[in-house]
């Protein structure tokens, strides 16, 4: 049973996936949003090689806990994944996930370049985690 956490921004989507025990995860890449979203066939591809069973998709809530724009968009993109690939598809409180990946990637020591083209990725890792980390706390 293998999950894959996705952090949507507005340029692109981190993807990270999860061991086949679900105890880790670790991060694919980035996938670019189009247009025409072809986002979530590219997603749709990802998920059919992963052989992934359930998505995660981070909500970026506000920091008192209610939805703001941001995280209706994030809510309307879980039900389009929903619909698409038949999955179920667990939204996550997100909170400050970017923000600990950017400061790993500093203290890293990881040059600006590089760190805007990880972050995403890093964040989806850390969302995924998180998710995993709590239903083995059963």
Request: aromatic share 4%; proline share 2%.
């Amino acid at each position: 049973m293998r999950l894959m956490g996705l952090d949507y921004g507005d340029r692109n989507i981190g993807v990270a996936v999860s061991d086949a025990f679900g105890w880790t995860a670790q991060s694919v890449g980035v996938v670019q949003k189009r247009r025409d979203n072809g986002e979530l066939d590219e997603i749709a591809k990802l998920v059919a090689e992963r052989e992934v069973s359930e998505i995660v998709v981070g909500l970026p809530k506000n920091m008192n806990g209610t939805i703001g724009p941001r995280g209706e968009i994030c809510i309307a993109f879980a039900q389009d994944l929903q619909q698409k690939l038949n999955l179920p598809v667990h939204l996550w409180d997100e909170r400050l996930t970017t923000v600990a990946a950017e400061r790993t990637l500093l203290e890293a020591d990881v040059s600006r370049k590089k760190r805007k083209l990880n972050v995403d990725k890093m964040a989806a890792q850390l969302i995924l985690q998180n998710y995993l980390d709590s239903k083995t706390k059963r």
